[in-house]
Each structure stands twice: as C-alpha cells, then as structure tokens.
C-alpha cells in the first residue's frame, strides 16, 4: 500500500489537476458523481425499506465506488484539495471555483435521478421510506444537522484519502466500503446524498397528491442542505488540513 506520506505528495498534484480541469469537464464530471451517489440512494432506500437500516448502509458504498473507480468529481472527497492549497498548486480562487462548479453539478445530477426514480415508479413500493427519510432531514435543527455534516465528511474524506493507499480497483474499493458504510449507519449529512434523499420526497409527494407538512424545497435548501454543507466542509478541510501536517513532506511548511 501507499503509505500515508505518500498520499500526501501525490495528493498535491490530483487536487492541483481538479483545479485545471475546463470548466464544462468538471461539470459534467460533477453531474455524473451526483448521479452515482443518487443511484446508490434509491438502492439503499429499497435495501432500508426490505431489511433495515443496516442493509441500507451495506448498499449506499456503491455511490463512492462508481465516483472512485468510474472517475468522477464529488464535492465532499473534493474538500481534501485544501491540501493543494496548503502546497501552494492552486490558488484559493481556483480552489473555490473548483468547488462551486462541482457542488452545482453535483446537485444537477442527484436531482434528476430523483425525478426519474420517482417519476419512472421506481419507489413507488416504497414511497413512505422515501417522503420519511425526506421529511427527517427536513426537521432537524440547523445545528444537528451542521455537527452530523462534520462527521459525515471527516469519514467520506478519510476514505477518499485510504482508497489512494492502494493501485488496485479491488484494493480502493474494500479501503472505501467501511467509512462510507459507517456514516450511513450511525446517521451523518451527507449533502450530495440529501441532493437526492429530499427532491426524491418532494417529488414523491407531487405525485401521490400530498406529503408531510416539514417537506418542501425551502427547508431542502435553508434547512438540510445549508447546514449539511456547511458541516461537510468544515469535516473535509479540517481532516485535509490535519493530514496535510501530519504527513507533508519535510520541507514544506503550512501558512495560514
């Protein structure tokens, strides 16, 4: 495996590669990566409403899988590129450009799976898990949802880092399979999956006539999705910044 020092090194030049990508690739990379997660949504939401939450947090790593190993561009995995800017390979302007351009491409992805999902009758057998896991979101108190967006990230973050430890498909996956699965489980916010969980409710209210009363899409985005965001980059750039001085190379020195 690669060790962790050498995460690091090679990771100063991915997050600086991120950076330079055109701005239509990244996007459309970005609307594939919320397509990937989406589809490991609807998965894990039938997989929940079968066999319990413990089966719907062995499914949703298929998300991470495809974004990994598919080559895609995911806005929580991408919060480590604050180790390029640590390095000095992308200025903080491209840095958030970077994130911007892939968080909205994110969210095109994720929304149109849910309209297809709900609207092709695919969760129609499970409608209550879907307008229930919506409305949950949609109810938590801001700062709930902003620590469990930390933690969530910390975890996504530190399997995108772990799945750099190995050169095998084989090898990516199993590094990533435990994070991903361990934050679904214990319920963190993961914003790119709630791009998908809270459209898949209002959709899913538009077509049966009628939802609970919490859903709708301003709680989506002032209640869920600003906290949630706002906790992701909070775990993903604390994790990064914390790798980043743990194993940067010798000679480098982190100014803030």
């Not at 929940?48 to 974004?67: E, H």
């Not at 450009?97 to 992805?109: P, Q």
């Not at 985005?221 to 909070?234: E, Q």
Request: with cysteine; charged share 10%.
């Amino acid at each position: 495996m690669n060790a962790p020092k050498d995460i690091a090194r090679s990771y100063v030049d991915v997050g600086a590669a991120k950076a330079a990508l055109p701005i239509p690739k990244m996007f459309l990379l970005a609307v594939l990566a919320g397509a990937y997660i989406a589809l490991a949504g609807v998965a894990a939401t039938i997989g929940t409403s079968l066999a319990g939450r413990i089966a719907g947090a062995c499914i949703f790593p298929a998300g991470l899988a495809m974004v990994v190993v598919a080559g895609s561009e995911l806005f929580t995995g991408n919060n480590l590129m604050v180790i390029s800017l640590l390095a000095k390979r992308v200025s903080a302007g491209r840095l958030l450009r970077a994130w911007a351009v892939v968080y909205l491409g994110n969210l095109a992805g994720a929304v149109l799976v849910a309209a297809l999902a709900v609207g092709g009758g695919s969760l129609d057998a499970f409608s209550e898990q879907v307008l229930s896991t919506a409305a949950a979101k949609c109810s938590l108190a801001f700062s709930d949802a902003l620590v469990r967006g930390v933690l969530c990230n910390v975890l996504v973050c530190a399997a995108v880092w772990m799945a750099m430890a190995s050169a095998s498909a084989g090898g990516k996956l199993l590094c990533l399979y435990l994070p991903i699965m361990t934050f679904v489980l214990c319920g963190f916010e993961h914003c790119v999956a709630n791009m998908f969980y809270i459209p898949a409710g209002l959709f899913m209210a538009l077509r049966q006539g009628g939802g609970p009363e919490t859903l709708g899409w301003g709680a989506f985005f002032l209640k869920n999705l600003l906290p949630v965001t706002l906790g992701n980059m909070l775990g993903g750039v604390g994790l990064g910044t914390a790798l980043w001085a743990a194993y940067r190379p010798a000679e480098e020195v982190i100014k803030f």
